[in-house]
């Protein structure tokens, strides 16, 4: 039995659980969250969880920023059979995490092997009745106030005491189609929030999009805490971007002009997807030229080095080799199938 968990913070180890949809990017998007944090850490990946050790507990963090995290937390110990599951913490460690004031649900997730229905039931009932009887909290399955997570490897049995993300539900609550306004064009919250992650957006940052259409990018990196700016040909898509973003109550400014020409000298990052001609009009300007265009100006347009541009594409488009003819170091190519006619890339460029 080996124990993760102990008194000395410098020694805890947490994790977090992506969700399946597109792995690939989920990693990133982890990775490079934990990296605002400048410290030493260690990630450890097997399948969709990460083991991370590191001296100061990222959950809060985590779960409040990525939309691709599902659940996160502290791991609590690590057992290698399920007779000995009730045996990793003493009776008074359980008493420090789970009061009898508490409710607590067991839940079990089979990472990287055969879902195994009848062990997941043994544990879900022997560690709820340990628990149960140990702290006295009573199990509310439904909405407990603490959820104990249990994640079945091929190789042992990890006890968390873990949070659901409660953005992921936000986040499908403001879709394109669900915002005051909508076009077609609009890029989705998750995606949205994903690429200002990528692109290290905090709170106080400036961040512009200079294709922005209806704003989904700029309505996340608000929500994130940023100062944006936008810029579109269309007017009738900045009045939709204006109405999308007065609800979130932060700072922007929207500028009608043309993204080749740009009327801004400082910001801290770019996050943008430009228009591939299908469901966005370009006025006739051919989609790479406004690319390449855009890539001409950050070097002196971003104040901040490092990854600080996001940019995403028809993967037909071949983003990244533009970047690189324009002189700039690609950081990170993900790509999303989106449907069977399209792929995006999704690139970051290092300053
Ligand atoms: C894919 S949409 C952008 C979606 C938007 N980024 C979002 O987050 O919802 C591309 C946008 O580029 C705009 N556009 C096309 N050519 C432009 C140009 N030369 N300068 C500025 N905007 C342009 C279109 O009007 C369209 O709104």
């Not at 915002?179 to 709170?203: D, I, T, W, Y």
């Not at 922005?212 to 990018?217: D, E, K, L, P, S």
Request: net charge neutral.
């Amino acid at each position: 039995m080996e124990t993760i968990y102990t008194s000395d913070d410098s020694l805890t180890a947490y994790f977090a659980y992506i969700s399946g949809e597109n792995i690939g990017l989920a990693k990133a998007e982890l990775e490079v969250l934990l990296n605002q944090f400048s410290i030493d850490k260690e990630v450890t990946w097997l399948r969709r969880f990460a083991r991370i050790v590191m001296p100061i507990n990222p959950t809060d963090f985590l779960l409040k920023r990525a939309a691709l995290i599902q659940y996160a937390g502290i791991i609590l110990y690590k057992s290698s059979s399920v007779d000995d599951i009730t045996k990793g913490l003493s009776d008074d460690d359980w008493i420090i995490h789970i009061s009898k004031q508490d409710s607590f649900a067991v839940k079990t997730l089979c990472v990287g092997n055969e879902n195994d229905m009848d062990m997941r039931l043994q544990i879900e009932r022997n560690l709820g009745a340990h628990i149960k009887q140990v702290t006295g909290a009573n199990v509310n399955l439904r909405n407990p106030s603490i959820q104990i997570l249990v994640l079945i490897m091929s190789d042992g049995i990890i006890v968390c005491k873990s949070d659901t993300s409660k953005l992921r539900a936000l986040l499908r609550g403001r879709e394109p189609g669900k915002k005051e306004f909508f076009h077609p064009s609009m890029m989705n919250s998750s995606l949205a929030r994903v690429m200002c992650n990528l692109a290290g957006v905090q709170s106080g940052d400036i961040v512009l999009d200079p294709f922005c259409g209806g704003g989904g990018i700029l309505c996340e990196a608000s929500y994130i805490g940023a100062s944006v700016i936008g810029i579109d040909l269309s007017w009738k898509l900045l009045i939709g971007a204006r109405v999308n973003l007065s609800k979130i109550g932060l700072k922007y400014s929207l500028i009608q002009g043309d993204a080749q020409h740009l009327p801004i000298s400082s910001v801290d990052r770019i996050v943008s997807d430009p228009p591939y001609g299908r469901a966005s009009s370009t006025r006739g300007t051919k989609a790479i030229k406004l690319i390449e265009s855009l890539l001409e100006e950050t070097n002196s347009i971003l104040q901040s080095k490092g990854e600080c541009l996001c940019l995403c594409s028809d993967s037909e488009m071949k983003l990244s080799q533009i970047i690189e003819n324009a002189g700039l170091t690609v950081a990170r190519q993900l790509s999303m199938r989106v449907h069977s006619g399209l792929v995006r890339d999704i690139v970051t460029v290092k300053i």
